[in-house]
Nanobody, 116 residues
Framework: QVRLVESGGGLVQPGGSLRLSCAASGRTFSNYGMAWFRQAPGKEREFVAAINWIGPSTFYIDSVKGRFTISRDNAKNTLYLQMNSLKADDTAVYYC?????????WGQGTQVTVSS
């Protein structure tokens, strides 16, 4: 059974930083692409960043380019999202997801709140 567990969310002031982690278990982590999504109150879930299993190559939505960095440690079966220069608009529940072509498994989410 695949399990994804996010951690690292919290309350941070505008301009601050957080690093999210996603611990994966249940299948060979290095064989799958990983991604971060987020859902703000009253809005649909949106893609934030992805990293594939080959290369690896990374992809970001425009609003986080230059501020967020997605990375993975295959030895630790862990996905990361380093978030810098956080803005109020980044406030959301952040989810990690795993798959190939489509994302088959999702974590439970971790809350990120950017507020002064």
């Amino acid at each position: 059974q695949v399990r994804l567990v996010e951690s690292g969310g919290g309350l941070v002031q505008p301009g601050g930083s957080l690093r999210l982690s996603c611990a994966a278990s249940g299948r060979t982590f290095s064989n799958y692409g990983m991604a971060w999504f987020r859902q703000a109150p009253g809005k649909e879930r949106e893609f934030v960043a992805a990293i594939n299993w080959i290369g690896p190559s990374t992809f970001y939505i425009d609003s986080v380019k230059g501020r967020f960095t997605i990375s993975r440690d295959n030895a630790k079966n862990t996905l990361y999202l380093q978030m810098n220069s956080l803005k109020a608009d980044d406030t959301a529940v952040y989810y990690c997801a795993e798959g190939r072509g489509s994302y088959d498994y999702w974590g439970q989410g971790t809350q990120v709140t950017v507020s002064s």
